[in-house]
């Protein structure tokens, strides 16, 4: 659990530096993302399900970006898009092609609606924290 | 005040923002705070994901109006946020429109970290979402390897300016492919599987999608649906050239060819 914490703090960070993201928040939006990240781990083991890891570990992600940004007057994006990394359904993606190349259109479509389940459960969670902080904000 | 000059800055500030990856509204809502220092009757910034258009009228001057297309798109967290303070400076006064207009300038080419730090970064993703994924040391050392060769492809398939498609599915074909080879050759009992799934990380469009979530939410469907459409499509790339990796590999390995 350390070493998985400890590799998505620097997953992050080495995803940052692709983004060009502000160098004085590179800890900060690394700790994030580690913080998402174990979160995401405690919530598989707990529910056994991918889907509800990746939303609740967004929500939360999302949370702290939304209080980043505040904090340090910045993008919600700075903090957001490097943060959800982890939880995005790389690993879904590749399996549904893999399956497609051995040919088991079973598995296929497994991994591919898995995809969309997960995909669709982390912009749900964006979308309920942004609508959170927009309460009562003048347009 | 230079209607001119704000209206310029302005629209420049609204395209470093789309170009570097900022959402829709957040590009409108810049271009409308500059433009409103004019003390103008109307003031109109419409962003799409492609291009600006931004307007100051007033009765008493004639009306300007500014459209730029915007066809690059190059992700550049620094600069939103540099951007971001700008607007914030030159609306709280503490900058004239000339020193935001310079700012603006520079920061268009601010680059912040070196290339040879940004490959390292595309080793990195692999290396440690290898681990994420439950990989040994083993593991790590071919996700370097890859990782190295996706930074390499990166930078041919910037040099050679190949459109963002086929430069996706040459990256992740290369994955595949540099993966498969070293299971088979340089490092036998790696799993290849969670390798390639780091390796594509870097591709994946995770920004691409965040933003046009946040798009739409922001009643901005034009360009939500854009960019949804864009998220689809590079994921296609990806997961096209990772096939092609894969059924290369098996067609050379696979009885075809006696090795």
Known sequence: MVIQTVGAFLAVISFSLILELPKKYLILSGTIGAVGWLVYLLVQAAAGSVIAAAFLSTLLVALFSHIAARVCKAPVTVFLVAGILPSVPGASIYRSVSYVISNDPVLSSHYLVETLQVSGAIAMAIFIMDSLFRLGKKK | MNDKLLVETAVLAGEIMLISGAEIFRVEDTIDHILRKAGRNTAEAIVFSTGIFASLNDPSIEAITVARRVTVRNTNLNRVYLVNDVSRKLCADLMTVEEAFERLKEI????????????????????????????????????????????????????????????????????????????????????????????????????????????????????????????????????????????????????????
């Open chain 2, 108 to 259: 268009r080419k601010t680059v912040q970290f070196h290339k040879r730090l940004k490959d390292m970064g595309f080793m990195g993703v692999a290396v440690f979402f290898t681990l994420l994924l439950g990989g040994n040391a083993r593991d790590c050392v071919a996700a370097a390897v890859t990782g190295a060769v996706l930074a390499v492809a990166m930078e041919i398939s910037l040099k050679i300016r190949l459109n963002d498609f086929c430069a996706n599915a040459f990256c992740a074909f290369l994955i595949a492919l540099t993966t498969l080879f070293l299971e088979r050759w340089g490092l036998p009992g790696i799993k290849s599987d969670i390798i390639i799934i780091g390796a594509i990380m870097p591709l994946v469009p995770g920004v691409i999608f965040t933003t046009a979530i946040r798009d739409t939410l922001n009643g901005d469907y034009a360009s939500g649906t854009a960019r949804i459409v864009e998220a689809v499509v590079i994921a296609l790339a990806v997961a096209a050239g990772v096939g092609a990796g894969m059924g290369l590999y098996q067609w050379l390995t696979g009885g075809y060819f006696i090795w």
